[in-house]
């Protein structure tokens, strides 16, 4: 390996060691490598940045944001956790199935893990709470629901995945469909298990008309995710265009239906997206500089014939990728994980012969674990946050259930049909 090579990598972890934001870390261990290298010049950094940006696909980012600014804030999730409520709330321990099952909902209009733990958890743990639950066991059944959000489609984690490895962002939004609704069932078959054993607290029976009215307040939500995906996949509009479709859905329902949404807030919510959008589109462009040096320098190839050494077959490779993402995921960030090491596994996991739609789940399904893992899970820190409950407290009720979601991961990486079925579909 050349030293400008070795400076990429090393200069990336000790930065990021020290504290720095993955966006100037990322930065910075480029310059590095470009200045240790006389075949390349600081101008390939404006070049690589344009063409980051010029990219029709990357149009969806904004509009996703946007969409599920609208929808958190829209009075889309309190209605939502009613529809829950009324579907399962009458079984054992249904306060905590109705967590998970709304934030199931919630995830197929957010795409985000953190907003969906934010909304419905804010919601939920006091309700869980008034109806005698441990503190520290509502919290966590709050952080693992919200992990779902970058699993179910909408999904901006699978836009810019697909986008820095060249996979199809339709297909990639597609495969999260089964995959995510078989990890929320198993998730709620847990929380009925636990229910029944510590002996929680259930609503009074199943009421049908109760269900019918909190379905007819709620069915302008239940929809979106089939506007999306139907529309992209009958060709009335693109991936990227189906984002900006999101978008007028989400102030119609909200404006004219809900009325829940003012000009004022309006524009605090398209203020919110503007920021969150630039921070992330910095993160973007400087990680695909980034994976054009990785591949400059050949590093995927030096990392494919070192698996290679390993591995013998695709199974010990996936094998392998889970036990690695499991441990990223309890250090590093989503979009960190996802961003620098994306375009490394995803050309050799092609190589072991694995489909590079089922990868692409199972790599953004790890990601998403990873959230409720300590000791620096986002979605743990967010239930953390308005629960006032211990780090400690949290983790060890979120042991069972990050089990749950490993026991998923197995589960996907050795049955592609999950992840290929659908979109081989409509392909």
Known sequence: MSASAAALIVVLIVLMLLGLPITWAL??????????????????????????????????????????????????????????????????????????????????????????????????????????????????????????GIVIPPSTVFVIYGNITGVSVAKLLMA?????????????????????????????????????????????????????????????????????????????????????????????????????????????VTAQMFGYLITYYKIPVAVTNAFMAVASNKYVFLALIIVLLLICGMFLEVGATNLILGPILAPIAVAFGVDPVHFGMLFVFLLALGQATPPFGTTMFVACGFSEQPVSKVAKNLIPFVAVEVVCAIIFAYVPALSTLLPNLVS
């Open 176 to 284: 999260g469909v089964l995959p995510g609704i078989l990890c929320g069932i198993l998730l709620c078959v847990y929380a009925f298990y636990k229910a029944k054993k510590c002996n929680f607290p259930k609503e009074a029976g199943f009421s049908f008309r109760r269900f019918l009215l909190s379905f007819k307040d709620a069915i302008w939500a239940l929809i979106m995710p089939i506007v999306i995906l139907g529309g992209i996949y009958a060709g009335i509009f693109t991936p990227t265009e189906s984002a900006v479709v999101a978008v007028f859905y989400g102030f119609l329902v909200c404006i004219a239906i809900y009325r829940e949404i003012s000009g004022k807030d309006v524009w605090e919510i398209l203020k919110g997206t503007a920021v969150s959008t630039a921070n992330l589109m910095f993160l973007v």
């Open 27 to 148: 930065g910075g261990a480029c310059i590095c490598a470009i200045f240790l290298d006389p075949a390349l010049s600081l101008a390939m950094i404006t070049q690589k940045i344009f063409t980051g940006c010029d990219n029709f696909s990357m149009l969806a980012l904004p509009a996703f944001f946007l969409a599920g600014d609208i929808m958190s804030k829209g009075g889309l999730s309190k209605r939502l956790v009613a529809f829950a409520d009324s579907f399962v709330g009458w079984i054992s321990g249904g306060i905590s199935l109705v967590s998970i099952v709304a934030c199931t909902f919630f995830a197929a209009i957010s795409g985000s893990s953190v907003a969906t733990t934010a909304a419905i958890g804010g919601l939920m743990y006091p309700e869980m709470v008034k109806r005698g639950y441990p503190k520290d066991y509502a919290a966590a059944v709050q952080a693992i629901g919200g992990t779902l």
